[in-house]
């Protein structure tokens, strides 16, 4: 092999040292044409390029023919892989450089983020462990293993890790804002909101902690706080659609929020993201056959344990093995748990797309052929709506995940029922075309549910009410209406379940106490497994809802464990939320349209337990007589509302609002 001599090389690295990029790309050029077979010359002309910020691929690839043996050459070839994102490439070439040089921390390290990125988060566990084993003081493999440790679910060890790399690197702001959270998951929310909190103290302009610290806030109850940082994350950066869609999901539980400006904010969401893509929308061909079998996909980082897979199994269950659709499953969650092995079963096609970029997904969606797109999360966690904004299938449709509008063009209908959104009531608030099921979604209750139990007021001489909604929907004026109920009735009491760890209850118990509700008089659960929080029924006799977003799945658990839920309805959609369980199961007396009305029902129980026992013992069977008990009914319904929607776009005709009667 011609190898370069040293008077080849020190003016390119004077060059180099100098700054000058790119004279030193023009030497290193002549220098490879001179030793076509050094790879030696091969890689100047790589430091040359990455110097520059150019793609060196083709480079590096060439480097790895000549120096196979080469783990460093091999290395590098990953790093600029994992960089564009050709993620197997990036596994394939670190495996490479280590089978060369197994001590290589940097390739175990880099491999257990490739696999992390891939959803293989046992894959990268090891990998980060072989990395420490052999660098043990490595601040960025500690992260590294904190974060794949927390996808996992296992987040006390996630905790662990994240507080070794701050002790190696106190000033490690990524370390700081990766254990807030962790802690948010924990429950642990005044400590999530302090380490977001240090985090900006080291990094100021750091958006991802600002959209964080907003998550946590908004756990809290705090929603001014948090609507201020999801903001802040948006100035630092416009098209940060993660902190928008979060803003918008808390403006969701602020009963300050009217309607009119809700639906504006929507659709600057639109505005924001969807409109610089319009021009680029595909043209999606006119089918010759508008009854063919659809190719329908549903998009969602909730098929796992979550509130989402109780609506929507019941559903895949019952269009399994349709004829006239073929399902795929778009899923953007990088666990997998016993809940999506279950659901996979259901699915003939199911794509993990947990690091695809939003073009990237948009693309794979047209290559599938999907005639019709389903979103079950809106702007929720894991949603994927900027890939909707492509508008990759020619029909799409937002579905159960989010009780309101994308604020998309794209997005052509949403599913909803008449108790949740009277016809022509909400069409104004909706980017959408409403289309009308004969109930929003079933309910899958538990398999293993306790029995229900005797009404304990009987027993107790008192009435106990209970609420099992998420902290961010308790707000100071959430209290104050339930406190004047049990200020009206001095010997009430009240279960809280869901509750935050450790100091986290503060606040709560602090507004109780300024409406003259003491500590005595409430119970608080923190989280616990199913079956336990299902059996903190049992001492509960009325659930009293949030506003103005009331519950959802924790009201169908209630219902099945014998408890009625009595809900305040608004003038949003999500407000609506509440009365779409009691009117099903013909409890429509359990829906309040005001404040005043909503403690007087409230106040009329105790005073009428006979009849509230009753209701009680016969809650389980009104459900299964309801739409909401019959996923049968409602997926026959929804496959006939797919099939007018496809008709209709083969016909050429816009979308429209209709309504699918039950049979």
């Known amino acids: 092999m011609n190898t370069p001599t040293p008077a080849e090389i020190n003016p390119i690295v004077a060059l180099f040292n100098a700054g000058r990029y790119a004279d030193m790309e023009c030497q290193a050029r002549l220098l490879t044409k001179c030793h076509p077979d050094s790879g030696f010359a091969w890689q ?43 993620l197997d490439g990036a596994v394939a070439s670190y495996r490479r450089a280590l089978a060369l040089k197994p001590d290589y921390a940097g390739a175990h390290n880099n491999l257990g983020a490739a696999l992390h990125d891939l959803g293989q988060l046992d894959g990268a566990v090891a990998s980060y462990r072989r990395a420490l084993a052999i660098q043990p003081d490595d601040a960025v493999a500690h992260n590294n293993l904190g974060t794949a440790l927390k996808d996992l679910g296992r987040l006390d060890s996630a905790v662990a890790s994240f507080r070794q790399a701050l002790a190696l690197k106190p000033d490690y702001f990524e370390a700081q804002n990766n254990l807030g959270n962790a ?7 005044d400590d999530a909101v302090a380490s977001f909190r240090r985090a900006l103290a080291l990094k100021p302009d750091f958006k991802e ?14 929603l001014d706080g948090a609507v201020a940082s999801f903001r802040r994350a948006l100035a630092l950066k416009p098209d940060f659609g993660l902190a928008f869609s979060n803003l918008l999901f808390s403006l969701l539980h602020s009963e300050a929020a009217y309607a009119s ?51 929507i199994e019941p559903v895949l269950a019952h269009l399994a093995g349709r004829p006239q659709l073929s399902l795929h499953v778009y899923s953007n969650h990088p666990v997998e748990d016993a809940v999506t092995r279950r659901l996979r ?75 949740f959104l009277p016809p022509g009531q909400f069409d104004d608030q909706f980017s959408e075309k409403i289309v009308q099921l004969p109930a929003s979604a079933p309910f899958q209750p538990v398999d293993d549910a306790p029995p229900v139990n005797a009404l304990p007021a009987l027993s107790n001489g008192y009435l106990t009410f209970g609420s099992f909604n998420h902290t961010r929907k308790l707000s100071a004026a959430v209290i104050a209406l339930w406190a004047q109920i049990l200020r009206a009735l001095p010997g009430s009491r009240m279960v809280l379940g869901a509750m935050p760890q450790g100091d986290g209850n503060d606040t709560l118990i602090e507004w109780f106490a ?48 014998g408890v009625p839920t009595l809900s305040l309805v608004g003038s949003t959609p999500a407000s609506r939320q509440g009365a779409i369980l009691p009117s099903h199961v013909g409890l429509e007396a359990l829906v309040a349209g005001n404040k005043s009305e909503f403690v007087q029902k409230a106040l009329y129980w105790a005073d009428h337990l006979a009849e509230l026992a009753t209701i009680r013992d016969g809650l389980r069977a009104r459900f299964g007589q309801s739409a909401m008990g019959r996923p049968d009914v409602i997926a026959e319904a929804l496959e006939r509302a797919l099939r007018t929607m496809w008709q209709r776009w083969c016909a050429g005709q816009p979308a429209e609002s209709f309504e699918v009667p039950r049979l």
Not at 57 to 82: I, M, R, S, W
Request: charged letters at 20%; hydrophobic letters at 40%.
């Open 44 to 86: 100047v002309l790589v430091t040359a390029l990455l110097a520059q910020g150019k793609d060196a691929l083709a480079t590096l690839q060439k480097v790895t023919e000549l120096l196979p043996d080469d783990a460093e050459a091999h290395y590098n070839l990953g790093v600029t892989l994992q960089g564009i994102r050709q």
């Open 183 to 189: 802690l948010k998951d924990l429950k642990q929310l």
């Open 209 to 222: 902690a600002h959209n964080n610290l907003g998550n946590a806030l908004r756990d809290l109850g705090q």
């Open 261 to 311: 400006e809700l639906f504006a904010e929507h659709r600057r969401f639109g505005e924001r993201f969807e409109t610089p893509l319009r021009g680029r929308w595909p043209p999606h061909a006119r089918a010759q056959n508008p009854d063919r079998c659809l190719q329908v996909g549903f998009v969602s980082g909730d098929l796992r344990n979550h509130a989402v897979a109780y609506f």
């Open 345 to 419: 079963g259901y699915i003939p096609h199911w794509q993990p797309i947990v690091g695809l970029s939003d073009a990237a997904l948009a693309q794979k969606i047209r290559e599938d052929g999907i005639d019709i797109l389903i979103d079950l999360s809106g702007h929720t966690a894991h949603n994927r709506l900027l890939a909707f904004a492509h508008k990759p299938a020619p029909v799409q449709v937002s579905w159960m995940g989010y009780p309101g509008t994308t604020g998309l063009n794209a997005m052509d209908y949403y599913l909803a029922d008449r108790f």
């Open 514 to 561: 300024q409406e003259g509700i003491g500590q005595d008089r409430l119970s608080l659960y923190p989280n616990c497994p199913m079956r336990d929080y299902l059996g903190l029924h049992h001492q509960v006799d009325l659930c009293l809802d949030a506003f103005p977003y009331p519950g959802g799945t924790t009201s169908c658990h209630a219902l099945w464990m």
